[in-house]
């Protein structure tokens, strides 16, 4: 079965600081995809990145950069010199077709990242 | 901005009222879900609709209804919800041509419930 573990339950930093959220997920699957979603107070889910499997290059967006390993099976998130603003729940998704034949996002239990002014 | 749009924000029913939650899409996905996230937890997929067609119902109790009108709108009638049913009530949608699991799904702002 699927799965994705983010360990780190909350995680609270002063502002500027680099902080890295872990992610590690477990699969059978030869061909898959992973996700990183922001969810600030509003509620909403905020798509940030795509990987598939195949693609092992590291990502870089701004101050994000997502480090991807096949070998050790993790995907993680690093923010740099963050902000108050980047304060939000993190999750680490992993992407399947069910047996339904529709996809379906399953989800770690995510990270609350607080940066403290 | 999101690009799926979920009304009402916030709803606060009775155990034996009838409400609906909307979500609309205009990004031509053809692909629509329904998913549910208690506090603290993540998200957890309730139904989807994948051209109009019902393709997943994870289980979910009968008081929880799915509507699929059109390519764009996506319905959730509630009918003698429980407290426990209290959450936040997410709609996403995607691409979805042909189903793959490297679409991207994209959420909206969240229905807030309050069961009383």
């Known amino acids: 079965a699927q799965k994705v573990t983010q360990a780190q339950t909350e995680i609270s930093v002063v502002e500027k600081e680099d902080v890295t959220l872990d992610c590690v997920y477990e699969?059978?699957?030869?061909?898959?995809?992973l996700f990183w979603y922001k969810q600030p107070p509003s509620g909403e889910l905020v798509f940030l990145i795509r990987?598939?499997?195949?693609?092992?290059q590291n990502e870089i967006s701004g101050r994000y950069s997502w480090n991807f390993q096949k070998s050790t099976s993790s995907f993680n998130f690093t923010i740099t010199a963050s902000q108050v603003v980047d304060s939000a729940v993190y999750f680490c998704a992993l992407s399947e077709i069910s047996l339904q034949g529709a996809q379906k996002l399953v989800f770690g239990q995510g990270t609350r990242l607080t940066i403290n002014p | 901005d999101t690009e799926v749009t979920q009304t009402p924000k916030h709803l606060v029913m009775g155990m034996t009222n009838k409400k609906s939650l909307k979500c609309e899409q205009h990004?031509?996905?053809?692909?629509m879900y329904w998913y549910k996230q208690k506090a603290k937890k993540p998200p957890e997929l309730m139904f989807v609709?994948?051209?109009?067609?019902?393709?997943i119902n994870e289980s979910v109790p009968s008081r929880f209804s799915p509507e699929c009108p059109n390519s764009s709108l996506l319905n959730l009638h509630l009918h003698a919800l429980q407290p426990e049913d209290s959450a936040l009530y997410l709609c996403?949608?995607?691409?979805?041509?042909?189903?793959?699991?490297?679409?991207?799904?994209?959420f909206g702002e969240g229905s807030w419930l309050t069961v009383v």
């Open positions: 990004m031509g996905h053809r692909a």
């Open positions: 699969t059978r699957d030869t061909t898959y995809y």
């Open positions: 996403a949608s995607s691409q979805e041509t042909v189903p793959s699991p490297g679409n991207t799904i994209y």
């Open positions: 609709y994948s051209y109009e067609k019902l393709s």
């Open positions: 990987r598939n499997s195949f693609d092992e």
